[in-house]
């Protein structure tokens, strides 16, 4: 940052960089953002569709590291030392280490073309062409929770952006010792596996250790198949590198802004690349991957339909004042009553103030709740009980200080981020108190899930525990976040019915 600020302004004495330290490109508070790849993360991603109207620009100026841990290590598949296996192709992997599915996203865009079928699932080591004592042997997959944002990558460079995990895989976290130490989950999975004749895990050269060795990987079954290296990571002949990126503001219709462009393409220059070499922990780009994001930089920004910016947006990125699902009749009401029948409320506390009480509570003035009649009713109602507590309603955020009271959504089931940001900043949780139970059948007002079967069905009922064999993946496992969690019974019906044994 310091050499390029310092080159750019030599270069072009009429700019001025700044750097901000928060913001974004959506909230227009800077013009380049830099960092993680804001494509591979649909929450984000259609965060900035919603707030600017517009597709995301991007460019990748850089390559991740080779085994620095926190400057995006390329990715390793390991295999245990005594492992025959030559080499691997990325649709191999794919069938390791995910599952058949309908599609994959392409940004906010679900792309049917990504489908693929359980025929292309890979569950023996016979199946890469091992033969004699491997042939039937079934393969062990060390992963970590599908939560971790390291998984999206990985999902755009081998499944397509596709994200339905095998459900063999068995998942670490960065989890607590009994000494109350931290082991982090990639050097935690790696030591596991090296145990494990038959084990595979991807992790990244910064956790390799002796008993394991790095497979060498091909784009296709032609090849060539390239071990990782830092020479292969340079010139990203290694299909699991991983890119550093920078997003900008490219409105429809119109090109980049022209100081925008010119410092993106002397981040794009040997001058800017020679400081990348000289850091010492990120990868030059490739020359030819250089002249094609210069020539990028030349786009339009592309004409959309309003209506398919952010298309998941009220599914994946809500608000954290919005309810709790959308609305996706679009025929709800919000004002609308929609049952009628009144239930006998005399088992219910009465409200008994503690003490007669002043000042303002800061709410959200979105949401469900004050969009329904339920929040100005409440706030009528409390008043006559507490007249010197008065109300200020705006949107604002909780973790900011913004307000006192958030409502809508549980924060630990859909906000894990802001959950943990809370309790960063302030040292502990946050208080969460369910006040209302869901609809049966209004939609977008937290409607029951409602489990479907055809007429003709003769099922009679199931248990949670069935649901959970019938929909579920991934289960926890000893030395995951959560060994409880685990379900080797059902995890270990589901893989026999594959054709596997290990759960």
Not at 76 to 98: E, R, S, Y
Not at 191 to 214: E, L, N
Not at 280 to 304: N, Q, Y
Request: charged share 25%; net charge neutral.
């Amino acid at each position: 940052m310091d050499e390029w600020v310092k080159d750019f302004q030599r270069l072009q004495p009429g700019a001025k960089v700044v750097i901000v330290q928060n913001g974004t490109v959506a909230s227009g508070k800077v013009d380049i953002q830099t960092g993680p790849r804001v494509a591979d993360r649909l929450r984000e991603v259609s965060e900035y569709e919603r707030s600017t109207g517009e597709r995301i620009f991007e460019v990748d100026w850089a390559t991740g590291s080779y085994d620095v841990p926190g400057w995006s290590p390329g990715f390793v598949i390991f295999v245990h030392k005594d492992n025959p296996l030559a080499h691997m192709t990325v649709a191999q992997l794919d069938g390791i280490f995910a599952g058949a599915r309908t599609g994959g996203w392409k940004g906010t865009t679900w792309d049917p073309k990504a489908a693929r079928g359980p025929e292309k699932d890979i569950h023996t080591w016979g199946q890469l062409g091992l033969k004699g004592e491997w042939a039937d042997k079934p393969i062990h997959i060390y992963g970590r929770p599908l939560k971790y944002n390291i998984q999206l990558g990985f999902e755009r460079k081998v499944f397509n952006g596709g994200d339905i995990w095998s459900e063999n895989t068995k998942e670490y976290s960065h989890e607590m010792n009994a000494d109350n130490t931290r082991y982090t989950s990639s050097v935690k999975m790696v030591k596991d596996m090296a145990a494990d004749k038959y084990g595979i895990v991807f992790s990244d050269m910064g956790s390799a250790i002796p008993g394991v060795r790095g497979v060498p990987l091909g784009a296709t079954a032609a090849g060539p198949f390239v071990a990782i290296s830092q020479d292969s990571l340079r010139d990203r002949t290694y299909p699991l590198f991983i890119e550093q990126c920078a997003e900008a503001r490219l409105a429809p219709g119109k090109p980049l802004d022209p100081m925008v462009k010119e410092f993106l393409t002397f981040m794009l220059s040997r001058e800017a690349q020679d400081a990348i070499q000289r850091d010492g922990k990120w990868f030059m780009i490739p020359p030819k991957r250089a002249r094609e994001m210069i020539a990028h930089l030349d786009m339009i920004g592309p004409r959309v339909d309003p209506r398919a910016l952010g298309l998941q947006t009220e599914m994946i990125a809500p608000e954290k004042w919005d309810g709790e699902s959308p609305d996706e009749t679009g025929r709800v009401q919000e004002k609308q009553s929609y049952y009628t029948k009144r239930f006998d409320l005399s088992d219910l506390p009465v409200y008994a103030p503690s003490a007669v009480l002043s000042g303002t509570i800061r709410m959200p003035a979105s949401g469900q709740m004050m969009a329904s009649n339920v929040g100005s009713a409440l706030i009528e109602a409390f008043g006559k009980r507490q007249p010197g507590i008065k109300f200020d309603l705006k949107d604002g955020d909780l973790n900011k200080g913004q307000v006192d009271l958030s409502m809508g959504r549980k924060w630990s089931s859909y906000f894990a981020g802001e959950y943990y940001d809370f309790q960063m900043k302030h040292e502990h949780s946050p208080r969460q108190i369910r006040i209302a139970t869901g609809a049966f059948d209004v939609s977008g007002w937290n409607p029951a899930f409602g489990i479907l079967v055809n007429s003709a069905n003769s099922v009679k009922g199931l248990t949670v525990r069935e649901l959970d064999g019938i929909f579920g993946g991934p289960a926890g496992a000893a030395g995951s976040v959560r060994p409880g969690a685990a379900r080797p019974g059902v995890a270990k019906a589901r893989v026999s019915a594959s054709g596997a044994s290990w759960a």
